[in-house]
């Protein structure tokens, strides 16, 4: 039996539990504990429902999405054009964001409240496939869900004419071939339709117009979908009662690094605050050998980081967006003071430099070029022109100004999120934030590192000599 | 690949302050293309979907919500869109991503071929940083590879801006090239082991931004500022692309293709791309030649040459009368070569004249009611009753293919052996060898079909399908689809170069039985007395190979004027006169539309050569006859007298062809039907003297049905015996699914024994097939 990254602590707390309700159970993946502990039974009153009554209720439960955008659910769905059909359902199951793993664990731990969730989704936004894409990598997880997928057909979950109704999806499983971008939704419909995983350009392929095989399609990720059972059962009001008005519910966060206790947590969305999180004695029980902290992402490796000064900001996407960074796919990842802030960055840039599908230049360049100049600061050949240049080349990624936090040791406002960038998707200006983030709030750090910029003799651009 | 020329609602935008109309739904980039404000590029290309890959056109976009850097090759114009191509926003973002893009160039400028005409260099100096940041090692890979025999990949330059594989992909459906590996490591790549081998593939070198790809013909041969170029166009089909001929030293040295709205839209296949070698090849006639011996011809002056032939010709006349001289060919030459040798056949009385050699249609075909390319690709059917026009006629398949995959066109194609359009075709009906009519009258029987055509215009494609088969059957077929559509338009796909131009300006025989074929036969039975072959070599190219050379060695005299020497004036010419070829010599040409075109002298005539007009001009006036024009200028202000002005359609005046009827041709004794037709690259003397080209022309083999195959008891690659009552030939077989049982086609003009030695010019060629 493979043991598990999530928190052992995790059972003890009295806070209010929706995805990981069954992690306790050691066989929480089969069908028949699901069944014991309430399984299927949203899919039962969903379907006892006409399904605009269902997709109104994930309306007003303003469940919001869990892969990085944190746009609600119910009103993406209500975003495919009228009559076009058949329209899809794709399952985000590409966790790839550096830090985070808890769709990993929803997937291996709990497949069939993800399958009653994609059930619950298709039903309410009238999808006649679901398309459930689940990372390369993560072998567990493609195994319980493809395990699950068999019983729940056998069961009659899916299939056709569901429990005996009139509502027929079949789930697709595919698996990923290993690349970062295919996170991305519109790279992920790509590759589920064997092509190479490159971003589609939007206008005008915004999946819910215009998306796998040219058809309507709804992409969510492994989370959102997970909520969905606990809403059916419980409804929108007893979710919106958890959390705050605009972040409702729970969500699932993933700390690593240098905190005692690393693992996956489910907290209650906007109120929770990063400091209870990392300090507190029901999570990560603060940081490891005592140390200080010196500084943390918030939302995935593509975050801006976070300073202490931050650490009293809930989990609630507009106030962490005002203080220069973003939530993202609740991915935490937490450095202390033994940390060299600019290896940091370099480990950050370095994958999502290696991570470039190769469409944009921006992305495809700028990142290479980032990682070399910083490998060089990092291994104490660079000079100040080099951290010049790294904000240079950044700016060619991300024009303008960049988010990032406020600090008063530095006397830094915070720049709001979010920044503007010259590619399509988020890998190219990824690769620059933790470059951004760290030179900006650890300045010091770089200078000590560098050399003072080298003495170069210009030779004079002039017409040498003259045609005999 | 986008049409660009279509869609006439206009919306207003501001460009740098100024009020622009631009056309709804068009990108931004292209209204700030017309209206003169240039905005750097790479990826974007005006006839195919954008891919936002290269981020270099990057300007701020206010649609309201303030000032955006948005790339303008992506974002569509909108009313009252507020678009700054020169703010410092702008201005930092362009000059970053060059930066970014010239970060592992080689800058290798110095020996590329593209230095000088090269976007990336061009636009580094307009909208470039000046200076690079970037000290860390370059990408390297091995210098350039071959990605195809035409053309290398040199993936250090490479900028990946998407444009090759796109093209190869959206264009010419030849999907070969891509993508691999990813990030920094992105390259463009052919499949393991097999080739860009596309009809198309010389295009890609032509819209590559950089000097990546390079096509083998040109590398190293010239830099662009030591090139001369003028606008021309190309006669190796009859589809009459535009071609820019560029040339140093008085030599040809590429063609490009040139954007015309109607016809190409600026793409080439490789065999007219690259056959201008032939202009310079070894085989080129320099000087008069004349036979002294039977297997000996000898260099004479132009008056000796023209004497000679003036002498034979009045001889033949006066002794046999104007039935004893006849004059074969004009399809390889300018209208005004055309008229001048119609003009002298009028006025001697000759009446014994063919443009094509039985390899056509009659040219009734070109009294139909006439359609144009566009016409054809925004109809709302097309039918094929015609030879596949990715190997005969590529650019119109390129044309029709877009008006398939991209426009609401229908394709009904009628083919005995499936094309490169069947894909895209919404029905492909196979025809049987024999009964090609017969399907088609059956399939205009089917409601859905006759609801199809009448949902729409009807544009009928009409060629040649099948060399061993007779051309009644394309001809009843036509008549049967204009009788059930009578608004039906016609395409003629008729192949040779100007053969539309020769036939318009006269040289077409007086009724339709009067054609080549029967002046072969004649000269066969001995009653030519002098034979000219005007740019024709009916050795090569009569389907009936055995009457070619009965007919040739018929014939008592036989007069070649040609630029290249060919199989028939090598072996019975008594006279041959050098002519010049396409790009040495000006006038006009008329494509399959009748569209007339210009083509243009770029370089000085090898040898001695003159154009076929001033031989016609200069012999008449050796007869006695004074055709009143002493310049081609005075024969193309004819020709434009008779309708024939450069850059219209020349409606002419050819009588429709009389009704044909065919019936069905049994199956004799022999087992098989043949399918006889040629593919992009044959033995045609533009291909076979161009060297890069001519490597390509095909090992030739029979294709057949596997299980007809199987019950042959052969595989792939097997020799077999195929025999005709007229010969026998042994060729490798190979399988081809596409085939109906029970018939076999062979491509002609390939490095194989002659197929051609089967065809006997009955309705059908039946063959029997054995092992060997």
Request: net charge negative; glycine share 10%; with cysteine.
């Amino acid at each position: 039996m493979t043991s598990y990254s999530w928190a052992p602590g995790f059972v003890a707390g009295d806070r209010p539990r929706i995805v990981t309700s069954r992690f306790e159970f050691e066989d929480s993946f089969t069908l028949e504990r699901y069944l014991a502990t309430g399984g299927y039974a949203g899919l039962r009153a969903a379907i006892a429902r006409p399904a605009a009554e269902v997709h109104e209720e994930v309306r007003s439960s303003t469940l919001l999405g869990r892969g990085g955008a944190g746009f609600p659910a119910g009103v993406k769905w209500g975003l495919t054009p009228e009559g076009v059909f058949p329209r899809y359902l794709v399952v985000n199951g590409d966790e790839s964001e550096p830090g985070t793993y808890k769709d990993r664990l929803l997937m291996e731990r709990d497949p069939h409240q993800l399958i009653e969730g994609c059930l619950i989704a298709c039903y309410a936004a009238g999808l006649s496939r679901c398309f459930l894409y689940i990372r390369g990598e993560m072998a567990l997880a493609q195994e319980r869900m493809a395990t699950a997928l068999n019983d729940a057909y056998a069961a009659g979950y899916i299939g056709k004419n569901i429990l005996g109704s009139d509502f027929s999806v079949d789930i697709v499983l595919h698996w990923g071939a290993g690349a970062y971008v295919v996170g991305e939704e519109t790279a992920l419909i790509e590759s589920l339709e064997g092509n190479r995983g490159m971003p589609r350009l939007k206008p005008p392929y915004f999946p819910a117009a215009i998306g796998l095989y040219g058809k309507p399609t709804i992409v969510n990720n492994v989370e959102t979908l997970s909520n969905l059972p606990w809403i059916a059962t419980n409804g929108a009001a007893a979710y919106t009662a958890i959390g705050t008005e605009s972040s409702p519910g729970t969500r699932m966060v993933a700390v690593s690094g240098h905190v005692k206790r690393p693992g996956v947590y489910e907290i209650v969305n906007g109120t929770t605050t990063f400091r209870d999180l990392l300090y507190g004695e029901e999570f990560c029980q603060g940081i490891r050998d005592d140390n200080e902290l010196k500084a943390f992402v918030p939302g995935g490796g593509s975050a801006p980081w976070f300073l202490p000064d931050q650490l009293d900001l809930p989990f609630e996407g507009r106030l962490v967006g005002a203080a220069g960074s973003m939530l993202g796919s609740g991915a935490i990842m937490v450095m202390d003071s033994t940390t060299d802030i600019p290896a940091a960055a370099l480990t950050l840039t370095r994958f999502y430099a290696h991570e470039s599908c190769g469409k944009c230049v921006p992305c495809r360049e700028g990142g290479t070029w980032l990682m070399r100049i910083l490998e060089r600061v990092v291994e104490g050949q660079g000079t100040t022109e080099d951290l010049d240049l790294l904000l240079e080349v950044g700016g060619s990624i991300c024009p303008g100004s960049m988010p990032h936090a406020a600090s008063a040791e530095l006397g830094l406002e915070a720049t709001p999120f979010p920044y503007r960038m010259t590619t399509i998707c988020f890998v190219g200006p990824s690769a620059y934030v933790p470059v951004h983030s760290a030179i900006t709030l650890f300045p010091s750090e770089f200078a000590e590192r560098v050399a003072p910029a080298r003495v170069r003799t210009r030779i004079p651009v002039t017409a040498v000599g003259s045609a005999q | 690949m986008t049409d660009i020329s279509e869609n006439v609602d206009t919306v207003e935008i501001t460009v740098n302050g100024k009020a622009i109309a631009a056309k709804k739904g068009e990108m931004v980039i292209a209204a700030t293309d017309r209206a003169g404000e240039h905005i750097p590029r790479f990826c974007y290309h005006p006839r195919m979907a954008p891919v936002g890959m290269c981020r270099q056109c990057l300007v701020e976009i206010d649609t309201g919500r303030g000032p955006m850097l948005q790339p303008s090759c992506m974002v569509p114009v909108a009313p009252g869109m507020v678009v700054d191509t020169e703010s410092e926003t702008t201005k930092r973002a362009q000059e970053g991503i060059l930066e970014l893009l010239l970060a592992n160039h080689p800058l290798d400028c110095p020996v590329c071929d593209k230095g000088g005409e090269c976007p990336l260099q061009d636009q580094a100096f307009s909208h470039g940083p000046g200076e690079s940041r970037y000290v860390e090692e370059k990408r390297h890979y091995e210098k350039p590879i071959d990605i195809s025999p035409l053309v290398k990949l040199d993936r250090e330059r490479c900028i990946l801006c998407d444009r090759c594989t796109r093209f190869a992909d959206e264009v010419a459906g030849d999907a070969l090239i891509h993508f691999v590996e990813r990030g920094n490591a992105t390259q463009v790549m052919t499949y393991p082991d097999e080739p860009f081998s596309s009809h198309f593939s010389g295009n890609t070198v032509q819209i590559c931004p950089v000097g990546a790809l390079t096509a083998t013909p040109y590398r190293f041969k010239a830099r662009p500022w030591d090139l001369e170029q003028v606008d021309s166009t190309c006669t190796s089909c009859s589809v009459g692309c535009r071609i820019s001929v560029h040339s140093s030293r008085d030599r040809v040295l590429r063609f490009q293709g040139v954007d015309d709205d109607d016809v190409n839209w600026g793409w080439l296949c490789d065999r007219g791309r690259f056959n201008f070698e032939s202009v310079h090849a070894d085989v080129r006639v320099g000087d008069p030649l004349i036979r002294t011996a039977p297997d000996r011809l000898e260099p004479t002056s132009w008056s000796g040459a023209m004497a000679i032939t003036a002498d034979l010709i009045s001889a033949a006349l006066a002794s046999a009368g104007a039935e004893s001289v006849a004059v074969l060919g004009g399809a390889r030459g300018t209208n005004e070569d055309a008229w001048a040798w119609a003009s002298l056949a009028d006025a001697i009385g000759v009446e014994r004249r063919d443009a094509q050699l039985d390899d056509g249609l009659p040219a009734g075909i070109l009294g139909m009611p006439r359609a144009t390319i566009r016409d054809a690709a925004s109809a709302a059917t097309v039918v094929l009753v015609a030879p596949d026009l990715k190997e005969e006629m590529p650019i119109l398949h390129l044309r029709l293919r877009h008006a398939a995959v991209e426009g609401n066109t229908r394709i009904i194609e009628f083919s005995p052996t499936g094309s490169g359009l069947t894909k895209h075709a919404w029905r492909s009906i196979r025809t049987p060898v024999g009964a090609t009519s017969a399907t088609v009258a059956a399939t205009l029987a089917d409601p859905e079909v006759a609801a199809q055509l009448a949902s729409g215009p009807v544009v009928i494609v009409a060629g040649r399908m099948n060399l061993a088969e007779s051309a009644d059957q394309v001809m009843a077929s036509v008549q049967a689809l204009t009788a059930a559509v009578p608004t039906a338009t016609v395409l003629p796909a008729l192949r040779r170069g100007n053969v539309v131009g020769a036939l318009m300006a006269g040289l077409r025989p007086k009724t339709d039985d009067a054609d080549a074929r029967s002046i072969l036969a004649a000269a066969a039975q001995g009653e030519i007395e002098v034979l000219v072959l005007v740019g024709a070599d009916p050795l090569a190219d009569l389907p009936d190979a055995d009457l070619a050379h009965r007919g040739l060695a018929g014939a008592k005299r036989v007069i070649s004027l040609d630029g290249h020497l060919s199989a028939s004036s090598t072996e019975f010419a008594d006279v041959v006169l050098p002519a010049a070829v396409m790009a040495e010599k000006s006038g006009t040409t008329t494509n399959i539309e009748g569209r007339v075109s210009t083509v243009t002298q770029k370089v000085t005539v090898h040898g001695t050569a003159r154009p076929d007009w001033m031989v016609a001009v200069e012999l008449a006036s050796a007869l006695g006859h004074d055709l009143g024009v002493s310049s081609v200028d005075d024969i193309t202000a004819r020709l434009a007298g008779a309708g024939a002005v450069a850059g219209s359609i020349w409606q002419g005046s050819v009588p429709p062809g009389q009704p044909v009827s065919v019936g069905t041709s049994a199956p004799n004794g022999y087992d098989m039907r043949l399918v006889l037709s040629r593919v992009l690259y044959d033995g045609a003397v533009s291909t076979r003297s161009s060297a890069s080209i001519a490597a390509l022309i095909g090992p030739g083999g029979v294709s057949m049905h596997p299980l007809d195959m199987e019950q042959l008891g052969v595989v792939a690659a097997d020799e077999v015996r195929l025999s005709t009552d007229r010969g026998s030939i042994v060729l490798g077989v190979c399988p081809d699914e596409r085939l109906d049982r029970g018939t076999v086609w062979i491509p002609i003009g390939q490095n194989s024994e002659d197929p051609r030695l089967l065809v006997g010019g009955g309705a059908v060629t039946d063959i029997r097939i054995e092992r060997v």
